[in-house]
């Protein structure tokens, strides 16, 4: 499965660092940056966690194929 985000989009759109991102979230910046190259799989709560940072929902954030 491949794993494409609109994270980087979206950060700029908001005016977010990679680390102020992270920091919403509880994550570590490196995991923001693996999931934006789409090297990583979010857990769902991680992946909500995100989608409620942009008031979006989780499939305007991750596009599975």
Do not use: C, H, W
Not at 9 to 16: C, H, I, N, V
Not at 50 to 59: A, H, L
């Amino acid at each position: 499965m491949i794993l494409e985000t609109k994270i980087k989009e979206l950060r700029a759109r908001f005016g977010y660092t990679q680390e102020e991102l992270a920091k919403k979230v509880n994550v570590r910046r490196e995991t923001i940056v693996f999931l934006e190259k789409g090297k990583y799989n979010p857990s769902l709560k991680l992946a909500y966690n995100i989608s409620r940072v942009f008031n979006t929902s989780i499939e305007e954030v991750f596009l599975f194929d």
